[in-house]
């Protein structure tokens, strides 16, 4: 069983739907979460960073964490045809990304249709 | 724009070469982490760099080494190189693991192996 679980999509919604896109992780020592945006040929971009259990809203995304469950959440509100890419799910123990790096999920591609 | 600098940004070059991978962080950031994507793994951690000392490796084969400069830039050098190989590197960058700061990726060297 891999680390962080990520459904590869694709994940295709009309504009303006809500988005829910979610990671399972096995390591219950991972305390601190994050969710990046990747264009095709392009960089990691952060989205969220959140700590331990709860939501974080920032405009049109909410992050969610459920340390019980192993299992975190962003939601994208009003999508927009710009937020079609690869959103990666990341996580690690220690704050600032940890001495040990990041564990990423392998993405999940979303497509918004106009 | 992150403020992550990678240079180049694509290099191709033939199996058994050596290539050297350039990054600049942030303005003020002291550590650098050093990924590997491909389509199969996703994004993996390599190595980490703080403050010009080795802080922890990933899934780094002993073909490819990592230094971090007086000026805080550093370099990945990845040599005997295989058809394997072939895939992004992505340097990201933080203030300090420990901090409570995410880390901000650059775009990335795609390294094309013939």
């Known amino acids: 069983q891999k680390e962080v679980e990520q459904d590869p999509g694709p994940l295709s919604v009309p504009e303006g739907a809500i988005v829910s896109l979610n990671c399972t992780y096995s390591?219950?020592?991972?305390?601190?979460f994050m969710w990046y945006r990747q264009y095709s040929r392009k960089g990691p971009e952060l989205l969220m960073y959140?700590?331990?259990?709860g939501n974080k809203e920032d405009g049109r995304f909410t992050a969610q964490v459920d340390k019980s469950s192993k299992y975190i959440s962003l939601f994208i509100r009003d999508s927009q045809p710009s937020d079609s890419a690869t959103y990666l799910c990341?996580?690690?123990?220690?704050?600032?990304?940890?001495?040990?790096?990041?564990?990423f999920g392998k993405g999940t591609h979303l497509i918004i249709q106009p | 724009d992150s403020g992550v600098t990678q240079t180049p940004k694509h290099l191709i070059t033939a199996t058994g070469q050596r290539v050297t991978l350039r990054c600049s962080p942030r303005?003020?950031?002291?550590?650098v982490y050093w990924y590997q994507q491909s389509l199969d793994q996703g994004l993996q951690f390599l190595i980490h760099y703080y403050n010009g000392e080795e802080r922890a490796k990933g899934n780094i084969l002993e073909r490819f080494s990592a230094q971090q400069f007086p000026d805080l830039h550093s370099e990945l050098n990845l040599s005997s190189l295989e058809l394997g190989d072939s895939a992004l590197y992505f340097c990201a960058s933080s203030v300090g693991w420990g901090r409570d700061q995410p880390q901000h990726f650059g775009d990335g060297t795609r390294l094309s192996i013939l």
């Open positions: 959140t700590y331990s259990s």
């Open positions: 390591n219950s020592a991972f305390q601190y």
């Open positions: 303005s003020g950031d002291l550590s």
């Open positions: 990341a996580m690690s123990a220690e704050s600032g990304g940890g001495a040990d790096g990041l564990t």
